[in-house]
């Protein structure tokens, strides 16, 4: 499917209101969402049911061309064969009626993406970890959203209701007159809406052309490397020499305490049991109830750290460099995770990369193996090694002695000098070659066995005992010896 092209001028951009929808109102919302629901599973269950009889056919010797035909998971396909099914299908024909068809419509839509997916996972021609076959979605489990793209999609002109099909004129919370004012003026013109029950609350999020012109930042000839930590959240280290650094709110941190309370309230109900049909108490639903809105303030509230963060570094300088973080390896540190997870490194990330395309700035993102922790910010001289705990990087060239993260952000920094190319593409810097010890080039790790079992011993090739240690820089397999 051809991808929206927004006009010159222009950009696409969400604007989203929390509704306040009554008791039927919030009844037809989650009909709308168990139908999109339902859509999808009978998606997947109707293409994967073509390959379960090609493989049960290909037991019993049939040829190949008298096999089963494939079932085509593209969009329109799907949506034929449900319009035929959808009267007769048991599982439909007494309620399909209820809902607008762009209930059913984003439901095909997801599973004919989720199949194209998996079809380039499989040949390679998809980035990322591969993608397994499209499983059904567990009604406890799936994210509670529908989207509508056609009919009577649109922001009512006093500015406290929405309109969307089927559903009818709904209530929000907050005044709709950020978009309002665009559509009656003709700068915005509004492309789909998609609600969604989300931190307990019925969202609408407007997708909408909106004409955008460039805003100018503050500096625009300084560069601004920005080194993430888990102590602090930020440090700051523009091209002048000025440093400045973002302390970790730690939300979640110091939430734990109301949680722990709120987890024991709800381990003391009667909670729900899949395997025995047991349903909820009605005390055990309060109590979680109590729960979930711990969780969703912390989440409400690092969100909107986050986004002021970003904001103010964007409108601000020119060039920003960043790292090409590991944040799923880092978060498998059983010692680091929680905190690395409520300092939300990817989302920082997520947020710049757009945030700099309104301001048509540059986002710089150093390579994954540059060592800007290690080198030095004053002559370049390069450490083997590192350890997390050395708070202090002291140089042994020039003597230089500094807080470890504020010379990787000085680094970051100065990158932005070296790098011609400006794709924000991580490794395509054209850094300066300089002299580096062995290995400093890349992160060191402690060498580990490996658990896959191999052919000979039971368990795998090394015992316990003959597992290699880390001496200094290289694995040492026997003990060293003086004569």
Same mark, same amino acid.
Not at 205 to 228: H, M, N, Y
């Given at each position: 499917?051809?991808?929206?092209?927004?006009?010159?001028?222009?950009?696409?951009?969400?604007?989203?209101?929390?509704?306040?929808?009554?008791?039927?109102?919030?009844?037809?919302?989650?009909?709308?969402?168990?139908?999109?629901?339902?859509? @999808?599973?009978?998606?997947?269950?109707?293409?994967?049911?073509?390959?379960?009889?090609?493989?049960?056919?290909?037991?019993?010797?049939?040829?190949?061309?008298?096999?089963?035909?494939?079932?085509?998971?593209?969009?329109?396909?799907?949506?034929?064969?449900?319009?035929?099914?959808?009267?007769?299908?048991?599982?439909?024909?007494?309620?399909?009626?209820?809902?607008?068809?762009?209930? @059913?419509?984003?439901?095909?839509?997801?599973?004919?993406?989720?199949?194209?997916? /998996?079809?380039?996972?499989?040949?390679?021609?998809?980035?990322?970890?591969?993608?397994?076959?499209?499983?059904?979605?567990?009604?406890?489990?799936?994210?509670?959203?529908?989207?509508?793209?056609?009919?009577?999609?649109?922001?009512?002109?006093?500015?406290?209701?929405?309109?969307?099909?089927?559903?009818?004129?709904?209530?929000?919370?907050?005044?709709?007159?950020?978009?309002?004012?665009?559509?009656?003026?003709?700068?915005?013109?509004?492309?789909?809406?998609?609600?969604?029950?989300?931190?307990?609350?019925?969202?609408?999020?407007?997708?909408?052309?909106?004409?955008?012109?460039?805003?100018?930042?503050?500096?625009?000839?300084?560069?601004?490397?920005?080194?993430?930590?888990?102590?602090?959240?930020?440090?700051?280290?523009?091209?002048?020499?000025?440093?400045?650094?973002?302390?970790?709110?730690?939300?979640?941190?110091?939430?734990?305490?109301?949680?722990?309370?709120?987890?024991?309230?709800?381990?003391?109900?009667?909670?729900?049991?899949?395997?025995?049909?047991?349903?909820?108490?009605?005390?055990?639903?309060?109590?979680?109830?109590?729960?979930?809105?711990?969780?969703?303030?912390?989440?409400?509230?690092?969100?909107?750290?986050?986004?002021?963060?970003?904001?103010?570094?964007?409108?601000? @300088?020119?060039?920003?460099?960043?790292?090409?973080?590991?944040?799923?390896?880092?978060?498998?540190?059983?010692?680091?995770?929680?905190?690395?997870?409520?300092?939300?490194?990817?989302?920082?990330?997520?947020?710049?990369? @757009?945030?700099?395309?309104?301001?048509?700035?540059?986002?710089?993102?150093?390579?994954?193996? /540059?060592?800007?922790?290690?080198?030095?910010?004053?002559?370049?001289?390069?450490?083997?090694?590192?350890?997390?705990?050395?708070?202090?990087?002291?140089?042994?060239?020039?003597?230089?002695?500094?807080?470890?993260?504020?010379?990787?952000?000085?680094?970051?920094?100065?990158?932005?000098?070296?790098?011609?190319?400006?794709?924000?593409?991580?490794?395509?810097?054209?850094?300066?070659?300089?002299?580096?010890?062995?290995?400093?080039?890349?992160?060191?790790?402690?060498?580990?066995?490996?658990?896959?079992?191999?052919?000979?011993?039971?368990?795998?090739?090394?015992?316990?005992?003959?597992?290699?240690?880390?001496?200094?820089?290289?694995?040492?397999?026997?003990?060293?010896?003086?004569?």
């Amino acid at each position: 499917m051809k991808k929206f092209q927004p006009r010159p001028g222009f950009v696409v951009q969400a604007f989203r209101f929390a509704l306040d929808p009554n008791a039927a109102q919030e009844h037809a919302l989650r009909s709308h969402c168990g139908a999109a629901r339902a859509a @999808y599973n009978w998606a997947v269950g109707w293409v994967t049911a073509s390959w379960w009889q090609r493989r049960a056919e290909e037991t019993y010797g049939i040829p190949e061309e008298s096999l089963t035909g494939w079932r085509p998971w593209s969009l329109p396909s799907l949506r034929k064969a449900f319009n035929a099914a959808k009267h007769t299908d048991p599982r439909f024909a007494s309620w399909w009626e209820e809902n607008s068809k762009e209930a @059913y419509s984003t439901g095909l839509a997801g599973a004919a993406a989720a199949f194209d997916n /998996y079809a380039k996972s499989k040949n390679g021609k998809r980035k990322g970890a591969r993608m397994g076959v499209p499983r059904f979605k567990a009604k406890r489990k799936a994210r509670v959203a529908c989207r509508f793209t056609t009919g009577t999609i649109r922001v009512e002109a006093g500015g406290r209701h929405v309109t969307l099909p089927r559903l009818g004129t709904i209530r929000v919370h907050e005044p709709t007159v950020k978009l309002l004012t665009c559509v009656q003026a003709g700068t915005a013109r509004i492309l789909s809406a998609t609600v969604r029950h989300e931190r307990g609350r019925w969202f609408v999020s407007f997708q909408a052309e909106v004409k955008r012109d460039l805003e100018r930042v503050a500096r625009p000839d300084t560069a601004v490397g920005i080194d993430l930590g888990v102590k602090t959240l930020a440090v700051m280290a523009d091209s002048t020499g000025e440093i400045r650094t973002v302390a970790n709110p730690g939300h979640y941190g110091r939430a734990r305490k109301q949680l722990r309370r709120a987890s024991r309230v709800v381990s003391r109900r009667q909670g729900p049991d899949r395997r025995t049909g047991r349903k909820a108490s009605k005390r055990w639903e309060k109590a979680n109830a109590a729960r979930n809105k711990v969780h969703h303030r912390v989440a409400n509230l690092r969100e909107d750290a986050l986004h002021k963060l970003t904001t103010a570094v964007t409108a601000q @300088y020119g060039t920003i460099v960043v790292e090409d973080l590991n944040v799923a390896g880092m978060l498998r540190n059983r010692r680091l995770a929680r905190r690395i997870a409520d300092a939300g490194f990817g989302e920082i990330r997520r947020q710049l990369t @757009y945030k700099t395309q309104r301001h048509a700035t540059r986002m710089i993102v150093a390579s994954r193996w /540059y060592p800007s922790s290690k080198t030095c910010s004053g002559c370049g001289a390069v450490k083997a090694k590192l350890p997390l705990h050395v708070r202090t990087y002291e140089c042994d060239a020039c003597g230089l002695a500094i807080d470890r993260d504020d010379n990787a952000a000085l680094n970051l920094a100065a990158l932005a000098a070296a790098c011609t190319t400006g794709t924000g593409v991580a490794g395509d810097q054209d850094t300066p070659v300089v002299s580096k010890p062995r290995g400093a080039d890349h992160k060191t790790r402690a060498t580990r066995p490996r658990r896959k079992a191999e052919a000979g011993r039971a368990g795998g090739a090394t015992l316990p005992q003959q597992r290699q240690t880390e001496a200094r820089d290289r694995p040492q397999a026997k003990a060293l010896t003086l004569w």
